[in-house]
């Protein structure tokens, strides 16, 4: 009887310390209470299945000796510790798929006409949030040009799938990924070395999203595109992006198409209505609401913090190779709205065009410094320059320095003096 008993409670008391381990690795949520490395959370993540056979078996067993012998615990005991152990259980090893399911082959696109209709419907919810934009001409999209077209996502809609649909660029797929903690939306096309992705949502990891690869079972960095533990393989290949409010993307852009992902309403299917409620607006979007609201980061995972500038402060940042460089509006617009500069060897143009209130970055291959440039690239003399395909838009300055510490802060143009080597030790 001793043995009997020592050994349900050992079973019950495994199955519930996995399941705690499950839940404070790989349920994001848990890292406002309890971080753990990353190479312990990577170590979790590689090892999920075999430690949930662990947590499920171990319950078992216990539920065995105790339906044969009910003396061992009270039920409520029982059925307190089990239904404990099945919600961290749920909630790390099942739920992010639930949760967040991407549409890597399968998305929503409207006109422009009718985007508008859809915004407006979301001006609620921005207006409750972080996104407190007056009307819809003010929302801000991420955009991306594609060989059909150019293409436009909101921060609201992208918010839950993190993963959605574009098309072909240069006759490559393409994906827009967006990470709401780090207010970054990267196009990637969804292969490395030459190996399709499927990709899915794992949890975020220093205030950023993180990916994984449902054929190899790699964690992949957002913000970096390479798989965690094969970086000899390469990265995803990033396509370029800009930011600027839906009225400027009509006007620029009037035969381009807006991705809308509505939640469904309650006779439409009123289990998921519920649950997309749930999660998109008490769960993703207050969380993120958090990241605007406070000066501390949203979840507690980073310790050290640059202070060149204030951590909220919202950057222009890109990279050449090795070489990351992040930008303020502010110093754009004080050096005319136009910095001609170098980045990783190569002669940039880094533009505010007031216009159309948006930040662009451009390989200047002209052979000569811009004096003038608009959104598109266009240059004097009927040139348009390439777009820098890494530039992130309106990201969160402690999370870019936080994964590039050597980045350089607003660079000068080119012959600018000192500046350029604002380089952080």
């Known amino acids: 009887m001793r043995s009997r008993t020592i050994l349900f409670w050992s079973l019950l008391a495994l199955s519930l310390a996995v399941n705690a381990v499950i839940f404070k690795d790989l349920a994001d949520i848990s890292q406002w209470l309890v971080q753990s490395s990353r190479e312990f959370t990577m170590a979790v993540w590689y090892h999920r299945h075999w430690l949930a056979l662990v947590a499920i078996g171990s319950l078992a067993g216990a539920w065995l000796l105790w339906l044969r012998d009910r003396s061992l615990a009270p039920r409520w005991v029982t059925l307190s510790v089990t239904l404990l152990g099945l919600f961290l259980f749920y909630s790390g090893y099942v739920n992010p798929r639930l949760m967040f399911r991407t549409q890597q082959h399968e998305a929503q696109f409207v006109p422009v006409s009718e985007a508008r209709a859809r915004l407006e419907r979301t001006l609620p919810w921005a207006r409750f949030g972080w996104q407190r934009y007056a009307s819809v001409d003010d929302i801000s999209m991420i955009v991306l040009e594609t060989d059909r077209g150019a293409l436009a996502y909101s921060d609201y809609f992208i918010l839950q799938p993190h993963v959605a649909k574009a098309a072909p660029v240069n006759g490559e797929d393409v994906v827009m990924t967006y990470c709401g903690l780090t207010n970054m939306g990267i196009a990637y096309s969804p292969e490395i070395d030459g190996q399709p992705l499927e990709l899915g949502v794992m949890t975020q990891l220093e205030n950023n999203l993180v990916l994984w690869d449902h054929n190899t079972g790699e964690p992949i960095q957002q913000i970096y595109g390479r798989m965690e533990g094969r970086p000899e393989r390469?990265?995803?290949?990033?396509?370029?992006?800009?930011?600027?409010?839906?009225?400027s993307f009509a006007a620029l852009y009037p035969d381009g198409l807006v991705y809308v992902n509505e939640i469904p309403s309650f006779s439409e299917n009123p289990l998921l209505a519920a649950w997309d409620r749930l999660t998109r607006h008490v769960m993703m979007y207050n969380g993120v609401s958090l990241q605007w609201a406070r000066e501390a980061p949203a979840f507690p995972t980073i310790e050290r913090f640059d202070d060149r500038l204030?951590?909220?402060?919202?950057?222009?940042?890109?990279?050449?190779?090795?070489d990351h460089v992040a930008w303020t509006l502010d110093y754009i617009r004080e050096q005319g709205d136009l910095i001609n500069t170098r980045v990783g060897g190569r002669d940039i143009v880094i533009a505010y065009d007031a216009r159309w209130r948006a930040v662009g970055a451009f390989y200047n291959d002209s052979g000569a410094p811009v004096t003038s440039i608009n959104i598109l690239g266009e240059i004097p003399g009927g040139r348009t320059l390439p777009r820098v395909e890494t530039l992130k838009s309106e990201i969160f300055w402690f999370i870019w320095a936080h994964f590039h510490p050597d980045t350089d802060v607003n660079r000068a143009p080119a012959g600018g003096g000192d500046r350029i080597a604002n380089r952080s030790a």
Not at 234 to 247: D, L, Q, S, V
Not at 314 to 319: D, H, I, P
Request: glycine share 8%; aromatic share 12%.
């Open 310 to 322: 204030p951590r909220k402060q919202l950057v222009y940042a890109l990279s050449v190779g090795d």
């Open 234 to 247: 390469g990265k995803m290949r990033e396509w370029p992006t800009i930011r600027m409010p839906f009225a």
